[in-house]
């Protein structure tokens, strides 16, 4: 099993940037993608990125596309996610995910370990 801590959450101005971390443990060696979403209140969880943990390939939805940028360290076993041009609908609790498979889903269900979120605010 794989555990993951995010960190780096917290208020921001509309314009400004924030960069989350997510550091893995346990059986790291089993989980190939990593995966960011968020929860808005009263909405469902949204896909906002994903990254391949060997290749450094990124896949992200068009919302995010351009103005958020997923990397790893390997050696770290962290993964971060850099978000800049920060706006009010970005706000909501922020999870990195892990899964096995290769593939880069954006599909929540198909990730089985979770992290305990982060809270981000973008409020002027």
């Known amino acids: 099993q794989v555990q993951l801590v995010e960190s780096g959450g917290g208020v921001v101005r509309p314009g400004g940037s924030l960069r989350l971390s997510c550091v893995a443990s346990?059986?790291?060696?089993?989980?190939?993608?990593m995966g960011w979403f968020r929860q808005a209140p009263g909405k469902e969880r949204e896909f906002v990125g994903g990254i391949h943990w060997s290749s450094g390939r990124t896949s992200y939805p068009d919302p995010t596309k351009g103005r958020f940028t997923i990397s790893r360290d390997n050696a770290k076993n962290t993964g971060y996610l850099q978000m800049n041009v920060l706006k009010p609908e970005d706000t909501g609790v922020y999870y990195c995910a892990a899964r096995s498979s290769n593939l880069i889903a954006a599909t929540e269900n198909v990730y089985a370990a979770w992290g305990q979120g982060t809270q981000v605010t973008v409020s002027s």
């Open positions: 346990g059986r790291t060696f089993s989980f190939n993608v």
